[in-house]
């Protein structure tokens, strides 16, 4: 088999991939947008208590709502030390993750350093909440992943977060 190459100079389809070149060694304004993409559907987590994957988050534990509760006064009956009316809208309200301060959501970012995206939490306590695992003193209290970054600790992206990834690489290289 004879092997030939074939050069193309057409000014048009040059003029295409030139540009194409340049979209694909300035990938910033894509990355910008995928990052505003994945802080949507992040936040969507945390207003859901749902993971990107559409799964739950577990709901909190008995400790957890006893805590939240301690913080504020008129949670319980100084009379009868039973949880008042105000107490108890305090605990069906509470969702897992979101604290008084939203300081975990709040703190989610994106960033882009030259074609490097990066979405993260700077809260030391972050990952044990995507994640999951043992926490506090003697690592006694078993913490439940309740997912709200669309990336696994594999680097798979959650279906909604590909398919914005994807929408956005498509419109861009196009």
């Known amino acids: 088999m004879t092997a030939f190459d074939v050069t193309i100079r057409d000014s048009a ?6 540009q194409l ?10 990355l910008l947008e995928i990052g505003e993409d994945i802080l949507a559907i992040t936040k969507g987590a945390f207003a859901a208590s749902t993971s ?6 577990a709901p909190n534990t008995e400790a957890t709502i006893l805590a939240h509760l301690a ?27 979101i604290g008084e301060t939203r300081s975990l959501v709040g703190e989610i970012y994106s960033r882009v350093d030259g ?7 700077p809260m030391v ?33 959650a279906p909604v977060a590909q398919a914005a990834v994807m929408d956005v690489l498509e419109r861009w290289l196009t």
């Open 13 to 18: 389809a040059q003029a295409v991939l030139d």
């Open 21 to 30: 070149a340049q979209r694909a060694t300035n990938l910033r304004p894509a």
């Open 52 to 57: 990107p994957w559409g799964e739950r988050w």
């Open 71 to 97: 913080k504020f006064s008129g949670s319980y009956s100084k009379r009868t030390g039973r949880i008042t009316a105000a107490g108890s809208r305090r605990t069906i309200n509470k969702k897992p993750l």
């Open 115 to 121: 074609n490097t995206l990066t979405v993260g939490s």
């Open 125 to 157: 306590y972050a990952a044990i909440h995507q994640f999951g695992g043992r926490a506090g003193k003697g690592k006694k209290v078993e913490i439940p992943a309740r997912p709200f970054l669309p990336a696994e600790d594999t680097g798979g992206l």
